[in-house]
């Protein structure tokens, strides 16, 4: 359909053509060549006006010398009869042009050649010989477009689609904004094609793809250090930091910048994240940055394993990172690390002695001992993992912390992750951007640039980033603004709808129908051990073999923003049981999405998550079995096909009920749904055992006499647990 410049004469100039008199066959391909040449002389807003241009021309040459070779211009004439006057007012192109301004000119041979020189080009492109090229434009429609902006990106007039919005029942005017679904619907009816364009493409290549294996060298792993408070976390990155070779000749590690990298007397290095608590870590992989590669488990020798040893336990899985042991404080005489080691195995952590993977090394921060053998054990860890990285690439990164330095604005401290990031590289981190100013390492020492797994603090953005971020390498200023105003414009608009992204049981639920998960991953937070253990045990009984609930973490004690962290990186809900949400816990669920649910009775709490999981259960498919009946004689009808007579021998048969066909006791054919039923003349819903009938089947004509049709139904069956 076209409802472009062309609208008020519906129909294109072909079928326009005919009515003005061009009803003779040989004059028709003249006709064409005319209204041809007029869509690349337009202006692209007004083909048709173009194609009147050419015609009143014509006509107003009348029968004169203009085309001695041609009989063209007097059938122009009688084809212009009782128009020409509506045209002559109008601004035609060739009036605009000036050059052939004149009444009665002829046609000129530079005309007549840019018209065979269009007829060329036009065959070259393979275009039928009788119809005007229509301007198919790419038409690019974004999320929201005025019906101004969309009618200019199809280069109509905005009447246009106001009148085409009219005849669809809308009253628009030119400044209301379409949904880019109208918007295509609209362009492709204009004979467009369209190409939608989201706001959130700029963010497209930001991330780019995963390097080829053969680019990449072997990285220093990254590794954070987790336990219980007052087990020795900061004493024990105290420590390691002293084991830097480097110490005494620049003096060493000088600054916290939240991340350091030791460097050993091999010439290896590990990087350490200098921020002990679950916190900075779950905030990190709630922002999906994984930049952990080894988690040193610090658990107190004296002390065992503690709650915060076991939420630690918890972050380190979810985040898929392998635990290294460290039993810290051996120094100590009530030291008890076989206590520690068999603690641990209840929670699944199966120590390299006790026939498991995992590495258990006895140090003392403070007495600095066992700490080499901590970072062999590190090392061997990051050997089998094959770290690795394509250091010859523009930078990626993750933000670590960032903050806001008098001296030197905004400090963002980055861990480079591939790539290598260089002084004078534009970087966007979330919504900052920047020229990099300068990098300072961890012994504050200016560097040109930082290589994969080296932490860097980062100086030239404009603002501070959140932790967690990442921080990548654009191409040019331009394109960091393009960016980082999308960002800043997508953080107002979740400011103001604060559950955006959320991961609710809803949402849970909602996931199920896509896509088939089986697990349903939970946090418990408890009043006392005891019910906690008790809903997790609850819980556990509800699995079958097809769904479970997965605890991700389950304690006693408020639900903090840890928890809420833990949730959203793994995307579940957080259950209460006679607990509450701190303050800051709630504000931030209420931000990042999560969803807490509190209970007061453990039935409820396990009613719940039963009807979840029973949601997860594939609904089973009954098969009732009606009737069967046989087929005795078969009649080929012409415009019907071949119907079958027969007859019912069991049970009924109803019309809509599903059947198949059975030949000697073997399925031959599933035919969906009984469509004609028909008893005598008459079409019939139901026929009872030991009557006649008629049926066929559009899309089965092999029916014979003697077999069976079967005819059954099939209920769809909700489980439940
Ligand atoms: P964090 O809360 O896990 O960071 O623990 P800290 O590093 O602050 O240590 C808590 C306390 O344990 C401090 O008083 C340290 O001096 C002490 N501590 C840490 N490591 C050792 C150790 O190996 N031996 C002894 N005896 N005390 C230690």
């Known amino acids: 359909m076209r409802y472009s410049a062309l609208a008020p004469r519906p129909a294109g100039p072909r079928t326009g053509g005919a009515p003005r008199g061009a009803a003779s066959a040989p004059s028709a391909p003249e006709i064409t060549k005319t209204t041809r040449s007029a869509p690349p002389r337009a202006t692209d807003r007004r083909p048709a006006a173009a194609v009147d241009d050419d015609d009143g021309a014509r006509r107003r040459g009348g029968g004169g010398p203009g085309g001695p070779k041609k009989a063209e211009p007097a059938k122009a004439v009688s084809r212009g009869k009782g128009e020409p006057k509506r045209r002559e007012g109008r601004l035609t192109i060739q009036v605009a042009a000036g050059g052939e301004g004149s009444d009665d000119r002829m046609r000129s041979l530079a005309s007549v050649r840019r018209a065979r020189e269009r007829e060329r080009e036009k065959r070259a492109r393979g275009l039928g010989g009788q119809e005007t090229p229509r301007v198919i434009r790419e038409v690019v429609i974004p999320d929201a477009i005025t019906v101004q902006d969309l009618a200019q990106r199809m280069a109509t007039r905005g009447v246009d689609v106001i009148k085409f919005m009219m005849r669809q029942g809308a009253m628009m005017t030119i400044n209301d904004v379409l949904d880019a679904d109208t918007a295509e619907l609209i362009a492709t009816e204009f004979g467009h094609s369209v190409k939608r364009v989201s706001e959130s493409d700029v963010e497209t290549g930001f991330i780019s793809e995963e390097d080829r294996v053969e680019d990449t060298v072997p990285r220093p792993p990254v590794v954070a250090v987790m336990g219980h408070v007052d087990h020795g976390k900061t004493s024990l990155l105290d420590a390691l930091r002293a084991t830097d070779v480097a110490t005494g000749e620049h003096g060493g590690i000088t600054q916290h910048i939240g991340a350091y990298q030791v460097r050993l007397p091999d010439g290896e290095r590990v990087t350490f994240l200098d921020t002990p608590g679950h916190a900075a870590f779950s905030a990190m992989r709630a922002r999906g940055a994984n930049v952990t590669d080894i988690v040193v488990l610090v658990v107190a020798a004296d002390d065992g394993v503690m709650p915060q040893t076991i939420e630690a336990i918890h972050h380190a899985r979810a985040a898929n990172a392998p635990i290294i042991v460290a039993i810290n404080k051996i120094d100590k005489a009530d030291a008890d690390p076989t206590r520690v080691i068999n603690e641990l195995l209840s929670h699944e952590i199966v120590v390299e002695s006790l026939g498991g993977e995992t590495q258990v090394v006895e140090v003392s921060a403070t007495k600095r001992l066992g700490l080499d053998e901590l970072l062999e054990a590190i090392l061997l860890q990051s050997e089998v993992m094959d770290l690795r990285a394509n250091p010859s690439r523009s930078a990626e990164g993750v933000v670590i912390e960032s903050k806001l330095d008098k001296g030197r604005g905004p400090v963002a401290t980055v861990l480079v992750k591939r790539g290598t990031l260089k002084r004078g590289d534009i970087v966007v981190a979330g919504a900052a951007w920047g020229r990099v100013r300068a990098l300072i390492n961890e012994r504050d020492e200016q560097i040109a640039e930082a290589e994969p797994s080296t932490p860097v603090e980062v100086l030239g953005l404009d603002q501070t980033p959140d932790p967690g971020e990442t921080l990548a390498v654009v191409e040019n200023e331009a394109r960091a603004r393009e960016l980082t105003e999308y960002r800043e414009r997508l953080k107002r608009d979740k400011a103001v709808s604060p559950i955006a992204a959320g991961a609710s049981l809803a949402d849970m639920m909602a996931k199920l129908q896509t896509k088939k998960v089986s697990e349903l991953p939970i946090i418990i937070k408890a009043d006392v051990q005891g019910s906690a253990e008790a809903i997790v045990g609850a819980l556990e009984k509800l699995g079958t073999d097809e769904v479970r609930a997965r605890i991700i973490h389950s304690a006693a004690g408020a639900i903090t923003e840890s928890d809420v962290l833990l949730a959203k990186g793994a995307g579940c809900s957080i259950l209460g049981f006679n607990v509450r949400a701190s303050r800051q816990a709630r504000d931030l669920a209420e931000r990042e999405g999560v969803e807490i649910r509190y209970y007061a009775i453990i039935y409820d709490l396990i009613d ?98 003697g077999d069976f049709i079967e005819c059954f139904t099939v209920e769809t069956i909700q489980r439940t647990l």
Do not use: Y
């Open 608 to 705: 719940d998550i039963k009807g979840v999981m029973s949601g997860m259960l594939a609904p089973i498919q009954r098969e009732t079995f009606l009737g069967n009946a046989e087929v005795q004689q078969t009649f080929d009808i012409t415009k019907i096909g071949r119907v079958a007579g027969c007859k019912v021998v069991e049970g009924v048969v109803r019309k809509g009920a599903k059947v198949r066909i059975i030949r000697n006791d073997v399925v031959i054919q599933e035919m969906g749904t009984l469509q004609t039923l028909k008893r005598f003349k008459d079409e019939v819903n139901e026929v009872q055992v030991g009557q006649e009938c008629g049926m066929a089947f559009q899309n089965f004509q092999d029916l014979k006499a």
